[in-house]
């Protein structure tokens, strides 16, 4: 069975970067698609990026040109690169793995990111 763990959550100033980072546990390849989704308090959950085996990429229009979303196969791991972060960022972040688009079979538990103004 996959298992998906997030770290990196962190808080930051605006205009500021973190990484966050997805170790996949178990057989990763019944994973095709991976994303992470964030949801703020009292908003709906919602898938800021995804990245396909092949490795398209789709992002939410309020994150595009400030996050990268990038899977290392060989290190098992998935990352989102966030640059420029704005306050409207905070929230909980949550990595997800799935065999079809969008990805939900598999969530992680979440990490925190807050940013200050």
């Known amino acids: 069975q996959v298992q998906l763990v997030e770290s990196g959550g962190d808080l930051v100033q605006a205009g500021g970067s973190l990484r966050l980072s997805c170790a996949v546990s178990?057989?990763?390849?019944?994973?095709?698609?991976m994303g992470w989704y964030r949801q703020a308090p009292g908003k709906q959950r919602e898938l800021v990026a995804a990245?396909?085996?092949?490795?398209?990429?789709n992002y939410a229009d309020s994150v595009k040109g400030r996050f990268t979303i990038s899977r290392d196969r060989s290190e098992n791991t998935a990352y989102l690169q966030m640059n420029s972060l704005k306050p409207e960022d905070t929230a909980v972040y949550y990595c997800?793995?799935?065999?079809?688009?969008?990805?939900?079979?598999?969530w992680g538990q979440g990490t925190q990111v807050t940013v200050s103004s």
């Open positions: 997800t793995g799935g065999t079809s688009w969008p990805p939900r079979d598999t």
């Open positions: 178990g057989s990763d390849r019944s994973i095709d698609v």
């Open positions: 990245v396909a085996s092949g490795g398209s990429t």
